[in-house]
C-alpha cells in the first residue's frame, strides 16, 4: 500500500479531506449529490466516491433514497459531547458575569437549527431563572436564538425558519418572519438581543453571540422583569459583550495552538 501522502502543515491527506467533505455537506444545508461535492471540494470524483463511501460506512455520512448524501447520525454523538465540553470550558467566564450582574448566565449553541443550552450558572437570588443544561428550543423564540440568528445570512434564517416553523411560546413571540428580520437587524446594530417575556411570562434575556464560535453560540443573562429593569439591561448588556468577547477570543486561541 502506498504511503499516505501528508496535508497542510503535515496532516494526513486523506483525513483532512474526509473533514472538509463534512464541512461542505454542512454548508450546503447538510445534503449533496457527489457532482455538487466534487465542485465544491474541487478534488476528482473517484476522490469523492472512495472518501464518501468510507464515511457512509463509518456511519459519519449516509445516502438517502434520492442518492445525495447528508450528514449521518453517528456524528450528533460527538457534536453533543463536544457541546458539553464547550458549556463546562465557558463556566468560569459565566461565574465571573454572575458575580458581576447577579443574575443567571447561561451559554447556547445551534445546533440542528434548536438552540441547545450547554451551560449555565445560577445566581444566588431564591427567585431565580433556571434552564436545564440541554434543554432545546426553537431560536426565534429565545434571545440567546435571536442573537445567533442576528449574525446568519439572511437566507439561511428563511430557511431555518421554514423548516421549523415559528410557534408562539407566549403571546410576545415573534411568529411572523418579516416582523423577525426587523429584529434581527436591529439585534445586529445594537450588539445584542432582548427576549422581552418571548419565551417565558416574567422574564427577561439579554443575550450576545459569541464572536469566532466554530458553530453559532450566544452568552446570556437571564432573570425576572421586574429585577432586570430597562435601567439593568443598559448595565448588563457590556458584561455580557464582553463576557462574549472573552469567550470568542479564548476559542480563537484554541483553535490556533
Not at 473533514?19 to 478534488?43: K, P, R, V, Y
Not at 472512495?50 to 438517502?64: A, E, M, P, S
Not at 436564538?145 to 439572511?154: N, R
Request: with cysteine; aromatic share 4%; hydrophobic share 45%.
Amino acid at each position: 500500500m502506498p504511503a499516505e501522502k501528508n496535508g497542510r502543515d503535515g496532516g494526513v491527506q486523506s483525513l483532512q479531506r474526509a473533514f472538509e467533505l463534512l464541512e461542505h455537506l454542512a454548508d450546503t444545508g447538510g445534503e449533496a449529490s457527489l457532482s455538487e461535492l466534487a465542485t465544491l471540494s474541487g478534488l476528482p470524483m473517484p476522490t469523492i466516491h472512495r472518501l464518501i463511501r468510507t464515511l457512509v460506512d463509518l456511519g459519519y455520512v449516509r445516502q438517502n433514497t434520492n442518492r445525495r448524501y447528508a450528514l449521518g447520525a453517528r456524528l450528533i454523538r460527538l457534536g453533543e459531547n463536544a457541546s458539553m465540553q464547550f458549556g463546562a470550558w465557558a463556566r468560569p467566564l459565566l461565574a465571573e458575569l454572575v458575580e458581576e450582574v447577579g443574575e443567571t448566565a447561561n451559554l447556547a449553541v445551534l445546533e440542528r437549527d434548536e438552540v441547545v443550552y450547554v451551560a449555565q450558572v445560577p445566581s444566588k437570588h431564591s427567585m431565580r431563572m433556571f434552564t436545564e443544561v440541554g434543554r432545546r428550543l426553537l431560536p426565534h423564540g429565545t434571545g440567546v436564538g435571536k442573537a445567533m440568528l442576528a449574525h446568519l445570512p439572511a437566507s439561511e434564517v428563511r430557511s431555518l425558519l421554514e423548516r421549523t416553523g415559528m410557534p408562539a411560546y407566549t403571546e410576545h413571540t415573534f411568529t411572523d418572519p418579516d416582523a423577525l428580520a426587523v429584529e434581527l437587524s436591529r439585534i445586529a446594530s445594537q450588539g445584542y438581543a432582548l427576549d422581552e417575556a418571548e419565551q417565558e411570562l416574567g422574564v427577561r434575556c439579554v443575550a450576545v453571540a459569541v464572536p469566532g464560535a466554530p458553530v453559532p453560540a450566544a452568552v446570556s443573562v437571564s432573570g425576572p422583569s421586574g429585577r432586570l429593569t430597562a435601567e439593568a439591561v443598559a448595565h448588563i448588556a457590556p458584561a455580557v459583550q464582553r463576557v462574549a468577547d472573552a469567550l470568542g477570543a479564548s476559542l480563537s486561541q484554541a483553535v490556533t495552538v
